[in-house]
């Protein structure tokens, strides 16, 4: 069993200017780990939802393609 103990490097997209309501996510934690962690941008300290790779890519293009309605 491989462990690393890479830290996230957390991100916010150059579109999240909406008055504060965004997430964070840490793609360096793809490649290591298989998972992109999600955080709210305003509680840092709070929960991290770490979700597949694959998961969140489905949900990125599902939010590009619309399918979530205006966001």
């Not at 491989?2 to 999240?16: G, I, V």
């Amino acid at each position: 069993m491989t462990t690393t103990t890479e830290s996230p490097r957390w991100f916010k997209s150059s579109y999240s200017d909406n008055g504060g309501q965004c997430i964070e996510v840490a793609v360096n934690l793809v490649a290591p780990r298989g998972v992109v962690p999600v955080r709210d941008s305003k509680d840092l300290g709070g929960p991290v939802l770490n979700t597949s790779a694959a998961s969140f890519a489905s949900f990125v293009a599902g939010v590009k393609a619309g399918e979530f309605g205006a966001v």
